[in-house]
């Protein structure tokens, strides 16, 4: 019997619409000639619909997603609706009740990319950012007062807690054990006198109990600057939400650019699905056009595989992406080329192949 994944889609905004469709059929390809099959069901939950109902997802979209074994998400976000309706009204929601505490966003100069940094080579450049994806910066805790007055003033609290900061920090070193062993932790306990100090604290619990693994921390501010200057010198990286967000769009930045970063949502239990996406938003500036890089959806599409438990179908979607950006044909306007997006999602379909 062929096994069968229930797959949500949420294709979202903008981009997030093009990308997802390459990427279902380089999924699709996968999943066929390695004997299993994907059952897509596709929900409108984005934007356009919050300004048609007033709700980025409906009242039940948590219930009705939780029954699905993964979700395939394009991005969210578009001009005239607000930044922080679209993060609070779907992304944050299902990050959080889901359980997905592990934002996952592997980091490689791809072959045949050129990185900003010239003269680096795939090798030098491989990296993995752990960020904190439940908690932390990301918090509706604080209020906005006197308002319109002269005094006014917002507040704006972070929540850190024992059982996030040390499940983040554990998942990071046992990552690590399977990859060079070499852990650096992004603090800032010299800015943030109470959240950084107790985030430091449990990395140093936790490192002890890991006699094995190189363990480091570096402030956020000279950590992105190593990023650039240094990023030979890094393997894992864990980060609370907020920093993690910021470095792996920088670190993004210094491999093939935002459209070829996959990140993962991920609930290591199990019990609830995960949620796989690009790192990269709707970018309504190319939005429309068909010109968007489909390569970091297609690889969020190969995380999503290597979660189901479909190692092999991965790796097939990783080496067909790795062989078109070799062969250098076929080019988004990003990678310097002039093909669209659907002649590069069907390029890696034909590598595929
Ligand atoms: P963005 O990632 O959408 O775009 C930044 C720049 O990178 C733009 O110039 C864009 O054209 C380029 N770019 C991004 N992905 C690309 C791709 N695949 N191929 C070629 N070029 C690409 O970030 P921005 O502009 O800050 O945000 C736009 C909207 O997306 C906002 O509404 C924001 O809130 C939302 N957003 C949503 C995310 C999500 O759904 N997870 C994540 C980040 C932003
Ligand atoms: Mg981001």
């Given at each position: 019997?062929t ?6 889609s ?15 059929k ?5 999943a ?5 099959s994907?059952?897509w069901?596709e ?9 048609k109902?007033?709700?980025m997802m ?12 993964g979700i ?5 976000g578009?001009?005239?609706?607000p930044?922080?309706?679209s993060l ?5 929601p ?10 996952l966003?592997?980091?490689r ?15 030098e ?8 994806n ?22 704006q609290?972070?929540?850190f ?5 040390e499940?983040?920090i554990?998942?990071?070193?046992e990552?690590?054990?399977t ?6 932790s992004?603090t800032k306990?010299?800015?943030l006198i109470h959240?950084?100090?107790?985030w ?17 921390q570096c ?18 990286v864990v980060a609370?939400?907020?920093f ?6 920088l ?9 070829m970063a ?5 609930n290591?239990t199990?019990e609830?699905p ?10 309504p500036?190319i ?32 080496a067909?992406v ?8 076929v ?7 002039k093909?669209?997006t ?10 595929l192949s």
């Amino acid at each position: 019997m062929t096994s069968s994944y229930r797959i949500a889609s949420i294709p979202g905004d903008g981009i997030g619409v093009d990308v997802t469709v390459e990427a279902r059929k380089v999924l699709d390809r996968a999943a066929a000639s390695h004997g299993f099959s994907l059952s897509w069901q596709e929900f409108d939950w984005s934007c356009e619909r919050y300004t048609k109902t007033g709700s980025m997802m409906p009242d039940d979209g948590i219930e009705r997603l939780s029954r699905f074994d993964g979700i395939f998400l394009g991005a969210v976000g578009f001009p005239g609706v607000p930044d922080h309706v679209s993060l609070w009204g779907l992304l944050i929601p299902v990050r959080r009740a889901f359980g997905q505490y592990v934002n996952l966003r592997p980091v490689r100069l791809l072959p045949g990319t050129t990185s900003a940094l010239a003269g680096r080579s795939a090798d030098e450049l491989e990296m993995v950012i752990v960020r904190e994806n439940s908690e932390g910066e990301y918090s509706e805790i604080g209020g906005r007062h006197n308002r319109g007055l002269g005094n006014e003033f917002v507040l704006q609290e972070s929540v850190f807690t024992r059982v996030g900061v040390e499940r983040i920090i554990r998942y990071a070193f046992e990552l690590a054990k399977t990859r060079t062993g070499r852990v650096c932790s992004a603090t800032k306990s010299n800015g943030l006198i109470h959240s950084m100090p107790f985030w430091d604290e449990i990395f140093a619990e936790i490192s002890s109990e890991y006699p094995d693994v190189h363990a480091e921390q570096c402030h956020v501010d000279a950590l992105a600057a190593r990023m650039v200057q240094a990023p030979d010198r890094l393997d894992v990286v864990v980060a609370s939400n907020l920093f993690g967000d910021i470095l792996s769009d920088l670190a993004a930045a210094v491999t093939g650019g935002l459209g070829m970063a996959p990140s993962g949502n991920i609930n290591p239990t199990g019990e609830l699905p995960s949620m796989f996406e690009a790192v990269h938003g709707s970018a309504p500036d190319i939005a429309g056009q068909g010109i968007a890089n489909p390569v970091a959806q297609i690889l969020a599409g190969a995380m999503l595989l290597e979660h189901l438990g479909e190692t092999v179908a991965a790796q097939d979607v990783r080496a067909a992406v790795e062989k078109v950006l070799e062969e250098g044909t076929v080019q988004t306007p990003d990678l310097g080329g002039k093909s669209t997006t659907a002649e590069l999602g069907s390029a890696v379909v034909a590598a595929l192949s």
